[in-house]
């Protein structure tokens, strides 16, 4: 069964500072797919990141990172030169193949990130 | 081009009534997904569609949950006979055919908070 595990219900960070958020999964399938998704006080689900499995790169979009280590089946979002407007709650989510009914999103419990000024 | 519209936007309902969630996904997109959000967790999948089908319900409960996409106007989420246990966020998101962006990712709508007294 896939499972996603985000070990850190809270972060803090200073502004302008780097923070990574960390985010693990499991899964049996070949291809899949691992985004991340931040959820401000307003409650909406904004996309920020997408690493295919298949992927050499690690995925960058703008101040956002994502340190992909297949092996560890680690996908860990850096968030660089953080803002006031970064604190949020953060999400893992993974996707399996395009094919078929592996199309829903399983997701991890998120990580509160507030950012001090 | 606007994005996945849902509403009610916050909905109240005393126990036992009938709650009905309306998405319409983004323009051009086939796919609809309905999750569940309870307070302090993250995302369930609920259901996946496409136009007038259910391609995976794996995650409704088996009794009082309905979805459909129709033909024509909005996906609709049913809940009968709402029990305080329902109250959550429900989140629509949308995606595009197999085949557009590499990825496919999931665009969510504003979701609706479901409060059942």
């Known amino acids: 069964a896939q499972k996603i595990t985000q070990t850190q219900p809270g972060m803090f960070v200073q502004e302008k500072e780097a923070v990574t958020l960390d985010c693990t999964y499991d899964?049996?399938?070949?291809?899949?797919?691992l985004f991340w998704y931040k959820q401000p006080s307003s409650g909406e689900m904004i996309f920020l990141i997408y690493?295919?499995?298949?992927d050499e790169q690690n995925a960058t979009e703008g101040r956002y990172s994502l340190n992909f280590q297949k092996a560890r089946k680690s996908a860990n979002l850096v968030i660089s030169a953080s803002q006031l407007g970064d604190s949020a709650m953060y999400f893992c989510?993974?996707?399996?193949?395009?094919?078929?009914?592996?199309?829903?999103?399983?997701w991890g419990l998120g990580t509160s990130l507030a950012v001090n000024p | 081009n606007a994005g996945v519209m849902q509403n009610p936007r916050h909905l109240v309902r005393r126990r036992g009534q009938e709650a009905r969630l309306r998405c319409s996904p983004m323009?051009?997109?086939?796919?609809v997904y309905w999750y569940r959000q309870l307070p302090e967790e993250g995302l369930k999948f609920m259901v996946y569609l496409q136009k007038e089908n259910i391609i995976d319900e794996s995650g409704m409960p088996k009794e009082r949950f309905s979805a459909e996409f129709p033909k024509e106007g909005p996906s609709i989420l049913r809940i009968q006979q709402v029990v305080r246990g329902d109250s959550a966020a429900y989140f629509c998101a949308s995606s595009p055919p197999v085949g557009g962006r590499p990825y496919n990712e999931q665009f969510f709508g504003p979701g609706t908070r479901l409060t059942v007294l």
């Open positions: 989510a993974m996707r399996g193949g395009n094919a078929g009914n592996n199309r829903k999103l399983i």
């Open positions: 899964t049996s399938d070949q291809s899949y797919g």
């Open positions: 323009k051009g997109h086939s796919h």
């Open positions: 690493q295919g499995s298949y």
